[in-house]
């Protein structure tokens, strides 16, 4: 049994499975097979989708500890959560990739970039550069308490993203529906994060 809980927590395996849907971007990026339109919207989606589980992952734990029954479980979203912000990072450079592919033209894709339809999508990759660059143990020692304050500045990505998917208003209702999950996951969050302190460190000076 031990041998089949390494298996199944092992950071390799997770890899594997956030790598799989990303197989038939990539063979279009070297091959362009697929419309445009279609491998932008879903490379776009599944960055999207896999920035509000790991964003939703600290609600998570906070109902998760509840039950000591699920404390392999915790530990095994805690230690994972930075690999589902480096899936989301990697998903997005292949959305931007594509887009730069595309367009092609340097002129174009800085005037584009003056736009908030544009320009928020880039917005939101760049503040994410930081937190893949310190997505490690080394980074994680070398910065101590500074590196969990580091991480918020995925609250500024996830802004820019859902601004990015909701000026471009294209699949608008699958956008709103998401950001609509992360607002609920981040009002929970708060909710048992204030509920569960002593009532004298909830009082703000």
């Known amino acids: 049994m031990p041998v089949l809980v390494k298996i199944i927590t092992s950071p390799y395996l997770l890899w594997f499975l956030l790598?799989?849907?990303?197989?038939?971007?990539?063979?279009d990026f070297i091959f362009v097979e697929e419309y445009y339109s279609e491998m932008m919207h879903r490379t776009g989606v599944i960055s999207t989708q896999i920035l509000v589980f790991t964003l939703s992952i600290s609600p998570m734990l906070i109902i998760l500890k509840r039950f000591p029954f699920t404390k392999m479980l915790r530990g095994w979203l805690l230690k994972s959560r930075r690999y589902f912000g480096v899936a989301s990072f990697a998903y997005a450079l292949l959305h931007l990739l594509l887009y730069i592919?595309?367009?092609?033209?340097?002129?174009?894709?800085?005037?584009?970039?003056?736009?908030?339809?544009?320009?928020?999508?880039?917005?939101?990759?760049?503040?994410?550069?930081?937190?893949?660059?310190?997505?490690?143990?080394?980074?994680?020692?070398?910065?101590?308490k500074k590196w969990k304050l580091l991480q918020r500045i995925t609250y500024i990505v996830a802004i820019g993203t859902f601004v990015h998917w909701l000026t471009l208003n294209l699949f608008y209702d699958l956008g709103v529906q998401w950001l609509i999950i992360l607002i609920v996951a981040k009002l929970v969050h708060l909710y048992l994060y204030w509920s569960s302190r002593p009532a004298a460190k909830k009082v703000v000076a």
Do not use: C, H, Q
């Open 101 to 144: 592919r595309d367009v092609y033209y340097i002129e174009y894709i800085f005037d584009e970039l003056l736009t908030w339809r544009i320009g928020s999508g880039w917005f939101a990759f760049f503040f994410f550069i930081p937190l893949v660059l310190t997505s490690n143990n080394f980074s994680m020692k070398k910065l101590a």
């Open 19 to 27: 790598a799989i849907p990303s197989t038939p971007y990539l063979l």
